[in-house]
């Protein structure tokens, strides 16, 4: 038996529908999500940035993966929020949980974006 309706299409029919779901995420996450097109401003800014300073390609490519975590993280962490809401919308100590975790997860995520870009940077 199946674990879910959605999963059964193979080959490249699977790897088309997966490219729409990522689009309609994005979108929805950009939509919907302040903290995301916020990260999402930073990302267009500092990844060129990234791509032009004169330093190796293995600091540059920390320099970029360490600003492509932060849209990650956050992506999942609105997952997180969306189905926790999804399941309730009143206070929960468990729900609240989730979502200080969550944001606890973006924040790591920030603090590793100023560290690496410090640590480079700063020679």
Known sequence: ??????????GFTRLINALRY????????FRHEEAFRQEALLAVV????????DVGGLAKALLVSSVIAVLIVEL??????????RISLENHRLAKRAKDIGSAAVFLS???VAVVWGLVLGG
């Open 1 to 10: 038996m199946d674990e879910s309706p959605f999963k059964g299409r193979t």
């Open 22 to 29: 990522s689009i309609s995420g994005f979108d929805s996450a």
């Open 46 to 53: 500092l990844i060129p940035i990234a791509l032009f300073l």
């Open 76 to 85: 999942l962490n609105s997952a997180v929020e969306a189905a926790v809401d």
């Open 110 to 112: 920030l603090v590793n």
